[in-house]
């Protein structure tokens, strides 16, 4: 009986070992998608956090998705009161001769900047970019210098520009990442969405023939919610987007680069923009001018003030999931009097230990005066009468 329960058990120890062990590993987000492009990224729009990329820094030619740089030079432009949208802009010979895509402007023509934007932001017109380079800096070439000033100062370091439309790909370039950089950027000037996600529009004023501007980029209605931004094609580039979406409070951007044709090109930014709705959702932190604290200043009027998000904060999390995170305030050192509501004062983080989840601005919540000496010596006063109390 002894030896038979020993080989009983040598026999299921055998039987054990000769069955094969599988390790399951967590699926990986590049397993789940399936696209046919040179490169591509996903990104949540407010946090900047990347869901996917596949070659996203590979340096390719950007075609149209180039007039991105173009429209946000001349948003800014716009938000900062340097120009109008009502502005009128005479249009060049230059403009005029561009071919590829165009809104067919005669020189001489008078278009507002807003009508240009639209042009640009719609029929992708190559000639409406011209415009309004030329009417921010003079000549193209100056235009130009200012987009590779911009993308450095947005950290591009993927991007050399050449030209402000896109057309001529020699010595310009940009990669998937770097564009949805500047994806990003443009959409914090809201107004841009009202342009991106026209359909179609006519533009009949001044003109002996009307115009029709039809958009280029058809996800705007094979899409749900899709609102933007800007497609592209040249033979070189190939087919290119940039795609954004909304819901539920939520928005990403999906960029696609090099694929080849335009209706593979949307389906797979909308296999990606599935993926980002699919798998996250919003976390809300701190809504916009919440107060998180109230802090003195030495010599400030008054004493003591509240300090605000500037934006939403939010988390980009997995579906289901629960994070742990504690909001955390980091002032910054030797704040200069006097400050305008709005003011950035600080940085409002998001942390889990020392990973930083997610950060906004921390702003003044009122306006900010430096004491004067009648008014710092009632303050000392007070203080007296606190100690002496």
């Known amino acids: 009986m002894k030896y038979r329960k020993i080989l009983s058990e040598m026999i299921l120890c055998l039987l054990f070992i000769s069955i094969p062990c599988t390790v399951l590993a967590e699926p990986d987000v590049k397993d789940t998608v399936n696209i046919n492009c040179k490169s591509a990224i996903l990104v949540e729009n407010s946090t900047g956090k990347v869901i996917y990329e596949k070659n996203s820094h590979e340096k390719l030619t950007p075609a149209s998705v180039t007039k991105i740089m173009t429209m946000l030079l001349t948003m800014e432009a716009v938000d900062s009161g340097r120009i109008k949208l009502t502005d009128k802009v005479v249009c060049s010979e230059r403009a005029k001769s561009m071919g590829g895509s165009t809104m067919f402007l005669d020189a001489g023509e008078i278009r507002t900047v807003e009508e240009l934007l639209k042009g640009v932001a719609v029929e992708s017109a190559n000639d409406a970019a011209i415009a309004l380079a030329e009417y921010l800096e003079g000549t193209e070439e100056a235009f130009v210098e200012k987009m590779n000033l911009r993308a450095k100062e947005l950290s591009m370091n993927d991007t050399h520009f050449n030209n402000c439309t896109g057309l001529f790909p020699d010595n310009h370039y940009s990669s998937a990442y770097d564009i949805a950089i500047m994806s990003r950027e443009l959409l914090k000037h809201t107004k841009i969405l009202d342009y991106t996600k026209i359909w179609m529009e006519t533009i009949s004023e001044g003109r002996q023939k009307p115009f029709t501007l039809i958009n280029r980029n058809k996800m705007l209605k094979t899409y749900k919610n ?48 599935d993926l980002g709705f699919a798998k996250y959702e919003r976390i809300s932190v701190m809504k916009k001018g919440e107060v998180i604290e109230s802090i003195n200043i030495p010599k400030a009027l008054p004493e003591k003030i509240d300090i605000a998000a500037k934006q939403d904060l939010n988390l980009i999390v997995e579906k289901g999931s629960k994070p742990k995170y504690e909001k955390k305030l980091e002032i910054i050192k030797d704040i200069k009097l006097p400050l305008k509501k709005g003011d950035k004062i600080g940085v409002i983080k998001a942390v889990d230990g020392n990973n930083v989840l997610g950060e906004v601005d921390a702003v003044a919540a009122c306006d900010v005066n430096k004491m004067k000496v009648t008014d710092f010596m009632k303050y000392m006063f007070k203080e007296w009468i606190k100690v002496n109390d």
């Open 226 to 273: 899709c609102d933007g931004l800007k497609t592209g094609y040249i033979k070189e580039a190939l087919y290119c987007i940039s795609a954004t979406a909304e819901r539920n409070g939520i928005r990403f951007i999906s960029v696609i680069m090099g694929s080849p044709s335009w209706k593979e090109r949307n389906a797979d930014a909308g296999k990606l923009l």
